[in-house]
């Protein structure tokens, strides 16, 4: 496909200019669809606009006027107050920025403004704007004066702001002042909306289907609303799109890890899975049979599987993941397992030995800490196909042990490992089936746009009987009945976890460290108690040898960092005590959590927050209240945005996803998988001519990552 007029440079459109296009450029506007897609940050309507005749002091406003007159006022302080005067239809109104005597020289006499913020009392009315922007320039203003809607008797002072009116505010830099953007985007809207249009992928019956505008009326509405409501449309049109290509760039992953070679189809014969089903002493739970269902049904197809199962701590995972590495040994391969941690290998294994007890399925554990002749003998058992069910950690596979017949890898903690990680699996021959395990649930729609690549599965119960981990959230002045509590506990020959930010103190931000509480710790509350610190910083084998006096019971209390997030399982620890606990996400408490929830005594976690912010309080009773790690991440979405999400399952790539908010257009996300998957079934590559406009947008938008991934 050619150049269209959209990818002119920004340089040349009317009202820019070389000397210009710069400053447009620092904000990311370098061709002329780039305009386009610079859509205002907020709208401002008649209804949210204050006439300044009904400014009142103690109101926090949004008015709109023109600036009658202005000065800089000093005051004895020797602070310099810049003020402005500023009038509508309805009457007139100071604005001071105390501090930022600069504006006089931005501000002009004549220039219509936006200003919003608080008013105060000072010689009168005063607003104090926190933001304000320049709508029209004194000289380029069409007519400075706003026109004054009809008057009425009974209303004496009329609306200042025809009703139906709209204020736009495009993101702004000090080079680029909001007057510039909106003159030079008023002048190309017109020419840039009749070419959009041809970069229109979805067809009208597509858009009928999903209830979205086409492009061009989109891009038209956000720039020139003819009312609020709209806005909601067009942007949830530019959300689907930005969706749809993310799920297509999954998607092309996905083919090339599931589809572009063969995958091993399963075959059940049920001797070990019926065996082991008959020696449970308990019943699978109503989800662990659903997932199962599935996971069955991938291994049974040619296809590679390419699955995640996701679920809260304890809900059962790593039985159905064994149950899914006995289909592929009955189907005549080897699985594998792999943990985040040696320890935690340890412990799968030491499980996964239990339930196969009496079993003909050959189990071996291979860590990088045996050595010697041991660890050549289990290497070459895992060679020679005896051990049917290999257990380790990433290295597992990441230096290359050699297998007999690798047929399904399951990878516990999935964040440690990389998609593109999953890929390199996908060269092996044959490819193994892929089953990634995460106890980070989140919600459906969140984690498909996070994972479009895989499948998702959801364990959302609990086996019958648990009991939740007790929560309760401590101000600070009750810390040390919290101490004492713990030391009860502690008494009774159980241990405790007791978890900082940081590892040490720094002048930025008050938090407790786990250094000097460590040091406090020992010598106070718990003086006498074998106490040991863990963190990060520590080098491996350090980490390793205090995780495992922690296990042996040798170390009564841990004073740690999020580094126990993973990779301890110790019964014993039945009680967490959280510092600074404001400083954590909600699911990184509650995952943290889980680690006292293991054995059967009731854990017990207590979370004591450093302020006494409201929002704080109330995302910590959210916490206290509800043992559904689902809701909690639902929480986590509400209140923190979508952002961290993103940005810890992405490394840093950015997913670009501006006008996507899986909150408000969480529906959109299956339907823009299933059309992805959809053409990419048709046309594995993207790049038949009837696909032309999606592989032009889609390289546009991902470029870079279809490179990275290896599937451009
Ligand atoms: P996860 O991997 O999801 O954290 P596990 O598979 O380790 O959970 O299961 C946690 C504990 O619950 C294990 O001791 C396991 O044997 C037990 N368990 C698993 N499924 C059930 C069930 N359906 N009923 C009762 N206990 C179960
Ligand atoms: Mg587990």
Known sequence: MSLTPLD???????????????????????????????????????????????????????????????????????????????????????????????????LQVGDRILVTGPVKFFHGRQIQPREHAVLERASTAPSPTPTPGPQSPATPQP???????????????????????????????????????????????????????????????????????????????????????????????RYHATRARPGIAFERTNELIRALHDSLPFTLTGAQVGVLREIYADMASPHRMNRMLQGDVGCGKTLVALFAM????????????????????????????EFLAGLPCGVELLTGSATGRRREEARARVAGGEARVVIGTHALIQEGVEFDALGL??????????????????????????????????????????????DISMIDELPAGRRPVATRVAGPEKREEVFREVGRRLDRGEQAYVVYPVIEESEKAELRAAETEYDRLRSGEFAGREVALLHGRMPADEKDRVMRAFLAGEIRVLVATTVIEVGIDVANATVMVIENAERFGLSQLHQLRGRVGRGDRGGLCVVIPGGTGSSTRERLAVFARTSDGFEIAAADLRIRGQGDFFGAEQHGHGTGLRFADILVHGDLVGPARERARGVVDGDPEVAKEENALLRLVLERRYGERLKLFGVG
Request: charged share 20%; aromatic share 6%; hydrophobic share 45%.
């Open 409 to 454: 890898v399951v990878v516990d903690e999935q964040h440690r490992f990389g998609v593109r990680q999953r890929l390199a699996l996908a060269e092996r021959d044959p490819a193994p089936d892929v089953l990634v395990m995460s106890a980070t649930p989140i919600p459906r729609s969140l984690a498909m746009a996070l994972h479009g690549d895989l």
């Open 326 to 353: 006995l289909l592929a040994v009955e189907g005549g391969y080897q699985a594998a397992l792999m943990a985040p941690t040696e320890i935690l290998a340890e412990q799968h294994a030491a499980r996964i030995r």
């Open 159 to 253: 609306a200042p702001t025809p009703p139906g009116t709209i204020f736009v505010t495009y993101p702004a830099s000090e080079q680029l002042p909001q007057w510039v953007l909106r003159r030079v985007i008023s002048l190309n809207l017109e020419q840039l909306l009749r070419h959009v249009g041809d970069e229109d992928h979805l067809t009208p019956s597509a858009r009928r289907a999903l209830g979205l505008p086409d492009l061009a009326s989109a891009f038209a509405t956000l720039h020139r609303p003819p009312s609020l409501d709209r806005v909601d449309a067009a942007t949830r049109r530019l959300a689907y799109d930005e969706l749809f290509f993310l799920q297509l760039l999954q998607a092309r992953v």
């Open 8 to 106: 002119k440079p920004v340089q040349f459109l009317k009202g820019v200019g070389p000397r210009r296009a710069e400053a447009f450029q620092r904000l990311g506007i370098v061709c002329a669809r780039d305009l386009l897609h610079h859509v205002p940050r907020r709208y401002d309507d008649a209804s949210t606009i204050t006439p300044l005749a009904r400014v009142e002091v103690g109101m926090d406003v949004t008015a709109v006027g023109m600036v009658k007159n202005k000065g800089i006022v000093p005051t004895r302080s020797g602070l310099r107050i810049f003020q402005a005067v500023l009038q509508d239809g309805t009457g007139i109104v100071t604005c001071a920025w105390p501090g930022q005597p600069w504006l006089d020289r931005t």
